[in-house]
């Protein structure tokens, strides 16, 4: 995570990086470290808990400032078809009656997720920079250290240990990490998508289609940051400005111009 921030810093461009798999994060270290707040715990869980959320923020704060180099039609997952039916899981299959414990799990369902926009905006990429596959691979490897620890657990512990929740989200975590890394073992700079990636993109796309036809009819137009996928004609300004542009703002910008030329002129 770190490393990510850095290589954005120092290049000051976010070229590359997913924005929305920052949203993610910062959405999954929020609910889950809710306990920081209400329980008892060593000084380091407190330390490293904290600062997964400052650096993510800090990440999410780097879009902003540098978010001409943001490319929004590479970032198209559409976040809402992802976090809706997390929390619709969670609220049914939480083992928890208040709402600490809801959150909690909703991050477990949400967080093998959270790394797909980063994997979308590879498979679209012409040409992926290194700094991005390492940081992509750090963040989504660190997770299968995490299936050593059950398998220890479960081991030292035999049926008085399990994790169901987890161990769900974390199989599927790493299946889509596996297909990531075999993509990246046979082709170094474009990353071609494998059928599962195929498969990914294929649905990315359909559900940006079925958004956007949704949201016109509903409320006609996009939701804002383009969370819910890049519109027909979504750029990059209005994807972090809030924002949809189409052929008429341009339209009435050229004439705009025009008026103001032909002032000068005059």
Known sequence: MLFGLATIVSTKSVEGFSWKTQVLYQMVYLFRYLDVFFD???????????TFNLVTATMLASFVVFRYTYDAASD???IIALAFPAFVVA???SHGTGLKEELWTFSEFLEPVALLPQYIVCYRAQKVRVATLLYTLAVGGYRVLYVF??????????????DYVSWLGGGLECVLFADFVMRIVQRRDVI?????????LSLDENAGRVSENLEMRAIGRRLPLGL???GSALGADSALGGGTWNASDRIAEDEGCGLLTLD???
């Open 228 to 230: 819910s996928g890049p």
């Open 192 to 200: 071609e998508a494998s059928a599962l990636g195929k498969a990914v």
């Open 40 to 50: 008892s715990q060593a000084s380091y869980l407190v330390f490293f808990k904290i």
């Open 76 to 78: 198209s997952c559409n």
């Open 264 to 266: 000068v002129d005059l």
């Open 91 to 93: 609220m049914m299959a």
């Open 149 to 162: 620890n059950w398998m220890y657990k479960r081991y030292r512990w035999h049926s008085a240990y399990h």
